[in-house]
């Protein structure tokens, strides 16, 4: 395959980063900020839905993975909107073999 050297005077290029990782790692880290899109990520062959968001705080976009009290509380009709999402605690009583439940509260606006 040839490729063809750049035009001296051709229009600039910026590089594009993709979304940083956020991640609830402790009770009380929260995000605040509007909801851009919901996807699917392939993790370990399970589909599981990621959040991307524009934080309010500093203006980058961020992603985040859906955990089950993350995908019962963010709708697809919430891209668009504000959403503050904070972690709570873990569930104490997680079945065997399972990983415990991380609770959230997710505060979304209202239109």
């Known amino acids: 395959m040839i490729i063809e050297n750049r035009k001296e005077n051709s229009t600039p290029l910026v590089e594009r ?3 940083a990782i956020f991640r609830f ?12 899109n919901i996807d699917t990520a392939d993790i370990g062959g399970k589909p ?3 959040y991307v968001l524009q934080d309010e705080a ?4 961020v992603s985040f993975l859906g955990t089950v009290d993350l995908n019962t509380k963010i709708r697809r009709s919430d891209v668009g909107k504000m959403l ?15 990983n415990a439940i991380k609770r959230f509260k997710v505060l979304a606006e209202d239109k």
């Open 58 to 61: 500093d203006n980058r976009i």
């Open 25 to 36: 790692e402790n009770p009380g880290d929260y995000i605040r900020g509007r909801l851009i």
């Open 84 to 98: 503050e999402i904070r972690y709570e605690r873990k569930d104490r009583h997680a079945d065997e073999g399972k």
């Open 17 to 19: 980063a993709g979304p």
């Open 48 to 50: 599981t839905l990621k």
